[in-house]
T-cell receptor
Framework: GQQLNQSPQSMFIQEGEDVSMNCTSS?????WLWYKQDPGEGPVLLIA?????ELTSNGRLTAQFGITRKDSFLNISASIPSDVGIYFC????????????FGQGTRLTINP | GAGVSQSPRYKVAKRGQDVALRCDPI?????LFWYQQALGQGPEFLTY????????KSGLPSDRFFAERPEGSVSTLKIQRTQQEDSAVYLC??????????????FGPGTRLLVL
């Protein structure tokens, strides 16, 4: 099935470093979402973006909806141990309740 | 509980067996989704319900997969004659289903299915 192109696939960083990951698509999306998934759990929504060009922050997290509507990035500043996990981008074609298309995930590992 | 719950959390099946996976959405949520997550991959959409109506089943990989939500709350995903390639985590998500709204899908913990 269709998936978004998410990079990098994995990151190994030191505690306190900033993190950046991004997602691209050949299709236009009208909604971009960023989720975090911990082992044995379902994805949890971090940030939702609904307008092209939108820049949104949630604490140490910042995400942007690309102006072309085909890409998005997520930044995490001053990483802490609890940031460890797998981050997924997801796109939706229309607003409202409908299916999400996910990226392959970025696995974040933090060395204390 | 207040979240989406799924049962069983783990299921081991012999190839050829039928399995049934249950999802209890957040109370009052109109929309319900099933996703399949293979190891090391992102979730992939299977099917979507609005109340009891199955509005999109385009992601179901074969006619061995069947989902229902007869009373518009609890949903069951059934896989008949399981194959090894069916091994995955099956995630359920629900949302309020506000018409034209900016929805948030809340995910359950998933059922990890292993077909031997």
């Amino acid at each position: 099935g269709q998936q978004l192109n998410q990079s990098p696939q994995s990151m190994f960083i030191q505690e306190g470093e900033d993190v950046s990951m991004n997602c691209t698509s050949s299709s236009i999306f009208n909604t971009w979402l960023w989720y975090k998934q911990d082992p044995g759990e379902g994805p949890v929504l971090l940030i939702a973006l609904y307008k092209a060009g939108e820049l949104t922050s949630n604490g140490r997290l910042t995400a942007q909806f690309g102006i072309t509507r085909k890409d998005s990035f997520l930044n995490i500043s001053a990483s802490i141990p609890s940031d460890v996990g797998i981050y997924f981008c997801a796109g939706a074609f229309i607003q409202g309740a409908q299916k999400l298309v996910f990226g392959q995930g970025t696995r974040l590992t933090i060395n204390p | 509980g207040a979240g989406v719950s799924q049962s069983p959390r783990y299921k081991v099946a012999k190839r050829g067996q039928d399995v049934a996976l249950r999802c209890d959405p957040i109370s009052g949520h109109v929309s319900l989704f099933w996703y399949q997550q293979a190891l090391g991959q992102g979730p992939e959409f299977l099917t979507y319900f609005q109340n009891e109506a199955q509005l999109d089943k385009s992601g179901l990989p074969s006619d061995r997969f069947f989902a229902e939500r007869p009373e518009g709350s609890v949903s069951t995903l059934k896989i008949q004659r399981t194959q090894q390639e069916d091994s995955a985590v099956y995630l359920c998500a629900s949302s309020k289903g506000l018409a034209g709204g900016q929805e948030t899908q809340y995910f359950g913990p998933g059922t990890r299915l292993l077909v031997l």
